[in-house]
């Protein structure tokens, strides 16, 4: 089964740069490419009825309109790129979810319309990332590209949420053709003595190295073409040290929830700081569902 890769398209900065990065993605799987724009009912929600009991609104043609225009762009600079173009009753964000569950790659812009001015990551692309049933790449509009030429990166701590990230960010590497770099951010050292301060570096060298070997075996296993690096680093958090280490890459792969994540809480502190800060398009890992 060709799986598409499906953006959501709404006209805005943000969803425009996704779609660049969304017909990239599709011409390296060789995967058609699919444009959807979520449009909801006139009356919208609030009112004291619901608005779909009179019927599904029709689609807007100033966004077919906008749609079409986008995908003939597309064509004409990617070529051997097939794409489809349509537009869906409901919300944008539920849209893509549901879409997702078809898709091989979902690629969502950071704010779309209407998203309040200095929020990083919109409500869609935060619900998107959250529940989508295959990876989904965030796309900010000033780091639409990230450095192509980058290494893809993945955050590691040993959970089974960084695994899925890593084995997903190593396909990406190879569909690229760029090294696999494994992070692991391990904390800044506190003030100690120096004997104290000797033996505490020792033992956290000792544990990166095990994770990293450990996280390197798994990823060498299933892709045994990839280029792979490890690299661990030392930042007040785990979040900064990724955020820090994205200026280098083309894109940063995380896991939904990684090691002390809240039970249930789908998308985690540090995968939400880095879509809001990273330097570059940020996959968020999800096994196909």
Known sequence: MNRPVVVGVDGSPASLAATEQAAHAAVLRG?????????????????????YDLGVPAPSEEAQRMLERTAAELTERWSGLTVQARQVAGGAGATLVEESR???????????????????????GAQVAAHAHCPVLVVRPDTPAGRPDGPVLVGVDGSPAAGVAAD???????????????????????????TEAEQ????????????????????????????????????VGVAQGLVEVSATASVLAVGTRGRGGFTGLLLGSVSQAVLQHAHCPVLVAHPYR
């Not at 444009?35 to 619901?50: A, D, E, M, Q, T």
């Not at 997903?168 to 120096?194: I, Y």
């Not at 892709?223 to 792979?228: C, I, Q, R």
Request: net charge neutral; glycine share 10%; proline share 9%.
């Open 168 to 194: 997903q960010a190593a396909a990406e590497a190879v569909r690229r053709g760029v090294p696999l770099v494994l992070v692991h951010v391990g904390p800044t050292p506190p003030e100690r003595d120096e």
């Open 102 to 124: 078809r898709a091989d790659l979902v690629v969502v812009g950071s704010r779309g319309l209407g998203g309040f001015a200095g929020l990083l990551l919109g409500s869609v």
């Open 31 to 51: 995967a058609p490419l699919h444009l959807v724009h979520g449009y909801l009912h006139p009356l919208g929600y609030g009112v004291p009825l619901n608005p």
């Open 200 to 235: 505490a570096e020792a033992a956290y060298r000792a544990h990166a190295v095990r994770l990293l070997a450990e996280a390197s075996a798994a990823v060498r296993a299933d892709h045994p073409d990839v280029v792979l690096r490890e690299h661990p680093v030392r930042a």
